[in-house]
């Protein structure tokens, strides 16, 4: 089975950094640990508001991803701004992602059905540029349909509320991961590749990573939260060893 790729999130070391207006921590430090712990690629998100990563840091993450020869992966909103921004930059992947000012992280996927006359375009452009486009959806599979439509060539699926109800106890758990299975499956027949992501943990990781068309995981702020008690490079390299155990457990 083919290895499943770890994208890094550094967004909240920037939050932290911009907690006390300084300059420390870096999240391009951390980015760079994060390649050098066994991450695949990089994550990160320009928010509109600049609440956590800055334009600077987008600038910083651009060149250091690209002179290691490691993909930089833009969570962007579809606006005019951050097209202007994905455009300069030319990173390896843009997700396109909802976003409003008043949440506090990302609380569900884009609606690929409702905007698609919007996000359509803004995926050729980006796709024109070389950019590779995913569009971040619930697992839903009319919005796997609308994302195949609109053009991109990837979709990530939104695993926040498996995982919310994995770690409330919740009898919903498994119809949430039926789902996303089912979703993963259906986005792979339409020839897109499946990324996931959001909320996952050490206790959740393993039976998303089982999904056999998954071929990327994007995670951020379970990893910088525990690096603050064993270490990002740690937690990182246990991370990826669950995800390789669940793949290879899958294969068997």
């Known amino acids: 089975m083919t290895k499943l790729r ?3 999130n550094i967004d909240h070391v920037a939050t932290v950094r911009n907690a006390r207006g300084a300059s420390y921590p870096d999240p391009v430090r951390a980015a760079e ?3 050098a712990a066994g991450a695949d690629g990089i994550t990160a998100h320009l928010r509109e508001d600049r609440r956590h990563i800055s334009d600077a840091d987008i600038d910083a993450l651009a060149a250091i991803t690209r002179r290691r020869g490691r993909p930089l992966n833009l969570e962007m909103a579809v606006t ?3 097209e202007a921004i994905a ?3 030319l990173p390896h992947a843009a997700c396109l992602v909802p976003e409003r000012r008043e949440e506090v992280t990302t609380e569900g996927g884009l609606d690929v059905a409702r905007g698609h006359n919007a996000i359509k375009p803004l ?3 980006l796709s024109a540029a070389g950019i590779r486009v995913s569009c971040f ?3 839903d599979l009319d919005q796997v349909a609308a994302a195949a439509s609109a053009g991109t060539a990837v979709v990530e699926l939104h695993t926040g509320a498996y995982c919310d109800a ?3 106890r919740s009898p919903e758990a498994a119809v949430l991961l039926d789902k996303l299975r089912n979703a993963a499956r259906e986005a792979a027949a339409l020839g897109l590749e499946v990324h996931a992501g959001h909320g996952i943990d050490y206790e959740t990781v393993k039976p998303v990573a089982a999904i056999p068309e998954v071929m990327e995981l994007n995670i951020g702020h379970f990893l910088i939260g525990e690096a603050i008690f064993i270490g990002l490079g740690p937690a990182i390299q246990r991370m990826r060893a669950l995800m390789d155990e669940a793949r290879s ?3 068997a």
Do not use: S
Request: avoid cysteine.
């Open 6 to 8: 770890l994208g890094v």
């Open 33 to 35: 640990m994060a390649l």
């Open 80 to 82: 005019p701004e951050m």
């Open 87 to 89: 455009l300069a930059h």
């Open 123 to 125: 995926i050729g452009r």
């Open 137 to 139: 959806i619930d697992a």
């Open 166 to 168: 994995v770690r409330e």
């Open 249 to 251: 457990v899958r294969a």
